[in-house]
């Protein structure tokens, strides 16, 4: 328990008072307030929402770094193999496990249509069928044929768009487990019980919007009738809060 005095609050509050200009003086007269002064006691946040604010600041920052990423990889991937853009989904967990095994057309060339299979098949985390493998490694050596790179597969920039994919898929398994993390966390909180929201597996981001504003909205009138200061505080910890909610609507 402790209470926040507004500085000009305090210096009106110890006009009155004779007192020397001194740090310690003003600390001593500044205590002595509070015994004939009446303060609301200052509203403190739950741990639950220091940590959801963090959690969702930290991925944000993750998403930052992937975004840059993603531009220094697509600038080499335009001189090295540009067609696996157009093959591949950019932001999907396949497109960057091709990226490491094969940046450059050359390096596509020299190998079967079986062993490329083989290798996406290895390589990819999720589940991808031997049917998909094979049709996605068929559709590499076409492309592989028809390309025309603007660097040899020995260039120092081949190793560096590798780099920069793995960067991107650890960034990804990260910000995955942060949302779970997420998850865990709110799983009993009330205000994140949003299951219903969604209709036929796709999220209803309106009216998600509208009832969280709701609860919102009650939280924050029942604030203000013990403390009208607290407004500020209890905005700016929903505001991470509504965001981390959406992230983790947005991995169900």
Do not use: W
């Not at 600390?27 to 959801?52: C, G, I, N, P, S």
């Not at 940046?103 to 190998?111: A, E, F, K, T, Y």
């Amino acid at each position: 328990m402790y209470y926040r005095v507004n500085p000009l609050e305090a210096n009106i509050q110890m006009a009155s008072m004779r007192r020397q200009k001194t740090d310690k003086s003003d600390a001593h007269e500044l205590a002595k307030t509070h015994f004939r002064v009446e303060r609301e006691q200052t509203y403190q946040e739950e741990d639950y929402y220091k940590q959801m604010r963090a959690m969702t600041r930290y991925y944000d920052e993750l998403s930052s770094e992937m975004t840059h990423l993603y531009s220094r990889l697509h600038a080499i991937l335009q001189l090295s193999f540009p067609e696996l853009e157009k093959l591949f989904s950019k932001r999907s967990a396949l497109f960057l496990n091709v990226v490491q095994l094969y940046p450059h057309p050359d390096h596509v060339l020299v190998c079967s249509k079986t062993v490329i299979r083989n290798r996406l098949k290895a390589n990819t985390r999720k589940n991808l069928s031997l049917a998909r493998a094979e049709e996605k490694g068929i559709a590499l050596i076409e492309a592989a044929k028809e390309a025309y790179p603007a660097i040899s597969k020995d260039d120092i920039r081949c190793e560096q768009v590798r780099d920069y994919a793995k960067r991107i898929a650890d960034l990804k398994e990260k910000r995955d487990q942060l949302v779970q993390k997420m998850v865990k966390l709110s799983k009993d909180k009330q205000e994140f019980r949003c299951h219903e929201l969604k209709e036929n597996g796709k999220l209803d981001m309106e009216k998600t919007m509208s009832s969280l504003n709701k609860t919102r909205i009650l939280e924050n009138d029942e604030q203000k009738k013990t403390n009208p200061n607290s407004n500020e505080t209890f905005e700016l910890g929903f505001v991470d809060s509504l965001k981390a909610c959406l992230y983790m609507l947005l991995l169900l």
